[in-house]
């Protein structure tokens, strides 16, 4: 343990406006001589990539996404999950998780929903403070991202909201309040964008008057990448590590602004002294950062993820279909398949994450296609035929390649990549290693001997095509390039003239394309030369390359589902289309998937419809007044490592389909409440300014009081079983309120239910929502048998933030305890007075 009081001490004022800084992009800076290890960070929150370069880190075990588990309800599920990242930060050598995202689902478009809990505060809450102490029972320390209102990413460097105080309060900062309030948070990150006028990373209302005056919060408040703008600021306000390295802010200009007497030495005595309070509770003088990182597969944690993935896959519809006498679609019968169509783009890659900063390399790819061959295909005892068709492409890009179409310079699969330090291409060879995929990336990191200020590289091997004719070619890049075919040159940008694009975090080139003439199974050499850019401390090329399309893909894929007993169609996005960096400009569908969906279900009413999305998207297929709508639709979101068992456990009824949706899933996108107030305005001189201007009415409150109709309601989800809810008994006493109620299993398999418990006030003197989520409980009950759920409503059930008093306000009165299984499906109200 280190004696805080000693180290400090021993610091210089140097030091300590160093030590507030990264040594890195990972790493904070250590002072051997004070005792003072450094800290190592790394992102989440579905996984742990490590420093890693080239390929994106070492592989490890991939978690469902954080819409997933919020589609769980289950917080003692999400405690499990983040003692398995605990431990996966610690084989990484990892002091410091990135994450929880507990940022709001505002928009179904935003680039990071997928991230993300839920629309309601109360549910993401209480899964982040669950997944906050899973984690830090590791000695592994959270930073509960990103503080507050980063909910978008346009313009989300500099983009002002502005928000409401009781918004603010009873909305967007709930969740962080209850992962430091009930998971003892020791690490906030704080936001890029303005609050009401003031950068979050340097505004003392957020830092120091809520979050440590008011909640009591005793961490450490780290910036997100880049994030800080002014010490002076960023210091009083109680920012305490500017990531990453270089120092931009902090570091001299720090020690001049307490020199000048701008910030006293205190108050950085003070950001130093958290800094090494972290470094005690990670035990980071024991648990040397510079550990090589390990991947480890361990099949107790497959099997976690597996159950995490299902219990977070939404069964949205199972109707009665005649062609199976008026029996739902699902579960299908194994016994008697004997032909099975797998469709769609995403039913034969690995769609399980999104992308950006939440992406990482995972320990291997299963895809629905691997999965249920494997259990129903030829070799196994159902002895089905399976069928694959894509039906339709959905690159956003040209496809990025993979390692069974690329081969070193020695015969390996991938590609050779050679490192050069300086930016010219002239340089000294001082590293040589693979690169599994046509994309590389470095997050600061670099292999040992290549300066990560500036390097250059050389990229060679041979692509193996798969079949005849014109091929496209395209290059996204952060700095100057050239790339040869065969000897000659195909497409470069050696100057960095191309526009900068959304890819890469905005610092990627627009995608310079070039058409390439193949022959299937005859190697074409490729020679890349490319360098990072002076510009930012992040690197990355990515090359695509689209084979030629046949004209009757959908055709066959239709052709197939006709022909078998069942289809399955797998439709959604990737993490091309949902990602750090940008937002989404539309719910539908990429590319001609609705179309695929319509004519596969014509063709076959025996069609299950599989939406691997991370967030809503249109579904007018779904219509159930529609008589060509799909009768069966399940959505996984973005499920992890385990995504496709889990499907198959699903569709062939091993596992209930546990979730229910954290999000609304709205008809059209012009019905969401933010719709007219998602892009900032620039009406005044300077940055965007993003209104929130429906206030309270977010997600569900919002369809309710507008009495919007929506596709899917917040909380729906079907099981395969089911139940009955008894007559619920209520206990009410000092300001709280215990609800029990009974659910009986009535069918011959256990039924999944989750019991919600809105609160209505009877006759509300100020303007509120109708219904507000404040409790819930799930459950699993076994055939004939009765269990009770049991909702706890302690009094921040009933306040509101009162802005006038700035304070919160219980308000006496009465109150229906609404019971319901989703916001539009009630079963039972209870009248309670709260005095």
């Known amino acids: 343990m280190i004696d805080i009081d000693a180290a400090l001490s021993a610091l210089s004022l140097t030091d300590k406006c160093r030590i507030v800084t990264g040594k890195n992009t990972w790493r904070t800076v250590a002072f051997p001589e004070a005792g003072i290890p450094a800290i190592k960070m790394s992102d989440g929150p579905n996984g742990i990539r490590g420093e890693g370069h080239g390929g994106g880190g070492t592989p490890g075990v991939v978690v469902p996404a954080g819409i997933t588990l919020g589609a769980t309800w289950d917080v003692e599920l999400l405690g499990e999950i983040g003692s398995l990242l605990g431990i996966e930060a610690r084989r990484k050598g990892a002091h410091v998780l990135l994450g929880p995202n507990v940022n709001l689902h505002r928009t179904p478009i935003g680039g990071r929903t997928f991230e993300c809990y839920s629309e309601d505060p109360e549910l993401s809450g209480a899964l982040a403070a669950s997944y906050v102490q899973g984690v830090q029972s590791h000695d592994v320390a959270v930073t509960v991202k990103h503080f507050v209102c980063n909910d978008t990413e346009i313009e989300r460097m500099s983009v002002d909201v502005q928000i409401d105080d009781r918004s603010l309060r009873e909305l967007y900062l709930r969740p962080f309040e209850r992962a430091v309030k009930e998971g003892g948070a020791w690490g906030i990150m704080s936001a890029y964008n303005k609050l009401n006028g003031e950068h979050a990373a340097q505004h003392r209302g957020l830092l120091t008057d809520i979050l440590r005056t008011e909640w009591g919060f005793d961490g450490f408040v780290v910036s997100d990448w880049f994030g800080v703008h002014e010490a002076v600021s960023a210091a009083n306000a109680g920012l305490n590590i500017e990531m990453p390295a270089p120092v931009r802010v902090y570091g001299k200009k720090l020690e001049d602004a307490v020199e000048r007497g701008d910030v006293t030495e205190a108050q950085v005595d003070l950001l130093v002294r958290d800094i090494l309070v972290l470094a005690n509770r990670v035990k980071a003088d024991e648990r040397d950062a510079n550990v090589e990182e390990e991947s480890v597969d361990e099949p107790n944690e497959r099997a976690l993820t597996r159950r995490a993935a299902t219990a977070g896959t939404v069964l949205l519809r199972n109707d009665p279909v005649a062609a199976l006498a008026n029996s739902p679609v699902l579960p299908l019968d194994a016994s008697s398949l004997t032909r099975v169509a797998v469709l769609g783009p995403n039913a034969t890659i690995d769609r399980s994450m999104g992308g950006g900063s939440a992406s990482l390399v995972p320990l291997g790819h299963r895809t629905l296609l691997d999965a249920l061959t494997d259990r129903i295909g030829p070799d196994s005892p159902t002895g089905a035929s399976v069928i694959f068709e894509p039906g339709v492409r959905i690159d956003r890009l040209t496809p990025v390649v993979l390692k069974s179409q690329l081969r070193q310079p020695n015969g390996e699969p991938g590609l050779r990549i050679e490192y050069a330090n300086g930016r010219d291409w002239n340089g000294d060879i001082v590293v040589v290693q693979p690169a599994p995929t046509s994309m590389i990336r470095f997050f600061g990191s670099t292999p040992d001997g290549v300066d990560p200020r500036g390097f250059s590289t050389r990229i060679s091997g041979s692509f193996i095509p798969d079949s005849d004719g014109p091929h496209v070619v395209g290059i996204v890049s952060t700095g100057p390039f050239t790339m040869a075919a065969n000897g000659a040159t195909l497409v470069e940008d050696p ?30 050499e490729l020679d890349v030369r490319w360098a990072t850019s002076e510009v930012n401390g992040f690197a990355a090329l990515r090359v695509g390359i689209r084979s030629p399309e046949p004209a009757d893909l959908m055709d066959r894929a239709v052709a197939a589902a006709a022909a078998a007993d069942v289809a399955v169609v797998m439709v959604g996005t990737n993490d091309e289309w949902e990602t750090e960096g940008f937002d989404r400009t539309t719910m539908d569908l990429p590319g001609r998937q609705d179309e695929l969906v319509r004519r596969v279900v014509a063709a076959n009413p025996r069609t299950v419809v599989i939406v691997n999305a991370g967030s809503p998207v249109t579904m007018d297929w779904a219509d159930p007044s529609d008589p060509g709508s799909a009768a069966a639709i399940l959505t996984p979101f973005f499920a992890g490592q385990e995504q496709a068992e889990a499907l198959t456990d699903i569709l062939l009824g091993n596992a209930d389909p546990g979730g229910r949706l954290p999000i609304t899933v709205p008809v059209r996108l012009a019905d969401h409440p933010a719709y007219l107030h998602h892009r900032p305005d620039h009406d005044g001189e300077g940055n ?3 209104r929130y201007a429906e206030g309270l009415f977010v997600g569900y409150r919002h369809y309710d009081a507008t009495d919007t109709p929506v596709r899917f309601p917040f909380g ?6 089911d139940a009955t809810w008894g007559d619920a008994v209520l206990d009410a006493e000092n300001r709280s309120v215990t609800v029990t109620v009974p659910i009986t299993c009535t069918s011959d398999r256990a039924a999944t239910v989750v019991v919600q418990g809105y609160v209505e006030a009877v006759a509300p003197g100020y303007m509120r929502p109708r219904l507000e989520l404040k409790a819930w409980d799930k459950l699993t009950v076994e055939p004939g048998t009765t269990v009770n759920a049991v909702l706890e409503l302690d009094p921040t059930a ?8 700035d304070d919160w306000r219980l308000e006496p009165g009465e109150y229906d305890i609404v019971l319901a299984a989703s916001a539009n499906d009630e079963r039972q109200r209870h009248r309670v007075t709260i005095s």
């Open 495 to 524: 100057l960095m003239e191309l526009p900068r694009s959304e890819e890469f975090f905005g610092y990627g080139s627009v995608e310079a394309t070039a058409t390439l003439e193949c022959t299937a199974g005859t190697p074409v």
């Open 688 to 690: 965007g300014t993003q």
């Open 716 to 721: 729906h989800g079907l099981s395969y079983g």
């Open 798 to 805: 009933f306040r509101r933030w009162d802005t006038a008093a």
